[in-house]
């Protein structure tokens, strides 16, 4: 089945700094990678996501790269301010299934 | 985006109890529902996934006589623990994906916590 190994699994970058975390998957099929946000006792919210016929996508301060022959993504995050401070899950949908297989989460601190 | 609640949001209970947690899609059909599993600080974890109208698909070590699944109409799933015990203990949080969309939204989730 899909693996993905996200990385770093914590973060802490001052306010008006870039933040990146990426991830890497292990089944080639795959071809539907969502961002999700998690704040503190809620919900995982879709931030953004990119199909696999596209290399990079961009939305405000938000960005997400795709390198499918290496197998990785990663979620950019530009001039973060204080509420961009929370869990961030990568997960990624191989072909062939239904399901999303989510990494292990990255937990952003944004230090005013 | 579209809406997907879930009650309760938060349940006690007894040890040897059964709960039931509901999972609705507010503004769109609801084809698959997924439910997940959270523990404090990790990721979430796929418990089960199901389609309107047939059996859910459980994933490798979880018990489906534990957790009832049942996915009777294209905006509600339901999750029933039975004989719910302390290790039960968790985060469970529905998401569903309707028709062809690729995006999965979340519920709110449920805090469950077994004495």
């Known amino acids: 089945g899909e693996n993905v190994e996200q990385h770093p699994s914590t973060l802490s970058v001052q306010e008006g700094d870039s933040a990146v975390i990426k991830c890497t998957y292990s089944?080639?099929?795959?071809?539907?990678f969502p961002w999700y946000k998690q704040e503190l006792g809620k919900r995982p919210q879709l931030i953004i996501d990119?199909?696999?016929?596209?290399g990079e996508k961009k939305d405000q301060r938000i960005a997400v790269t795709l390198n499918k022959t290496a197998k990785h993504f990663s979620l950019h995050i530009t001039e973060t301010q204080p509420e961009d401070s929370a869990v961030y899950f990568c997960?990624?949908?191989?072909?062939?299934?239904?399901?999303?297989?989510f990494g292990g989460g990255t937990r952003v601190l944004v230090k005013p | 985006g579209a809406v997907v609640s879930q009650h309760p949001s938060w349940v006690i209970c007894k040890s040897g109890t059964s709960v039931k947690i509901e999972c609705r899609s507010l503004?769109?059909?609801?084809?698959?529902m997924f439910w997940y599993r959270q523990f404090p600080k990790q990721s979430l974890m796929l418990m089960a996934t199901?389609?309107?109208?047939?059996?859910?698909?459980?994933e490798q070590g979880v018990e489906k006589d534990k957790f009832l699944i049942n996915h009777a109409s294209l905006t509600l799933s339901t999750l029933t623990v039975t004989s719910a015990h302390p290790e039960d203990s968790s985060f469970y949080i529905c998401?569903?994906?309707?028709?062809?969309?690729?995006?999965?939204?979340f519920g709110p989730g449920t805090r469950l916590l077994v004495l």
């Open positions: 998401s569903a994906r309707g028709g062809k969309s690729e995006t999965q939204y």
């Open positions: 089944d080639s099929a795959s071809n539907y």
């Open positions: 990119i199909r696999s016929n596209v």
């Open positions: 997960a990624a949908r191989g072909a062939a299934g239904n399901k999303l297989t």
């Open positions: 503004d769109f059909q609801a084809t698959t």
């Open positions: 199901s389609n309107e109208g047939s059996k859910a698909t459980y």
